[in-house]
């Protein structure tokens, strides 16, 4: 009976795993810094430096734009900059009624970034068995305030 206990919440335990949320940036901590603003508007587009954290390239630089999207979504930059949704993460993701979560999941913030530069070399992380790499995001800020505009959000402070 208890190998039965123990096989149960065994596979339980693999099974939440599988199906858990991937859309977030692994929680290595880090930070996002703004490091400029090209063009002014409209047309503004914002640099964000942040680490990026995977085993491989392609995997840090996604957790890299995430990373600044999420920034940019829930804390902003300058009072020219602030925050395209105007509470909290949990609380947005609750209200938009999976928009979000299609949102990060289909790449959609994708089509808000402009460009991707590697600023170092993928470097381990003492005591874990990932890896982390710099990189410098430039994101049209309007753009990206526009494409959450458009999902409708009841409540979304814009």
Do not use: H, W
Not at 85 to 93: H, L, Q
Not at 100 to 109: D, R, V
Request: net charge positive; aromatic share 12%; with cysteine.
């Amino acid at each position: 009976m208890k190998k039965i206990l123990i096989f149960s919440f065994f596979c339980l335990l693999c099974f939440t795993i599988s199906f858990a949320q991937k859309v977030k940036p692994v929680n290595y901590g880090g930070s996002v810094n703004l490091m400029e603003v090209r063009g002014r508007g409209g047309d503004a587009v914002v640099v964000l430096r942040t680490l990026g954290y995977g085993k491989n390239d392609a995997l840090a630089q996604e957790d890299a734009e995430v990373r600044v999207i999420r920034a940019l979504l829930y804390s902003g930059f300058s009072k020219d900059y602030p925050a395209v949704i105007s509470m909290t993460e949990s609380e947005a993701e609750a209200k938009s009624q999976g928009k979000l979560l299609a949102f990060f999941e289909n790449k959609e913030y994708k089509d808000c970034i402009s460009s991707v530069k590697p600023m170092g070399k993928l470097d381990k992380v003492k005591g874990e068995k990932v890896k982390k790499k710099p990189f410098d995001i430039a994101v049209n800020y309007y753009v990206l305030k526009n494409k959450i505009a458009n999902m409708n959000f009841d409540s979304f402070g814009f």
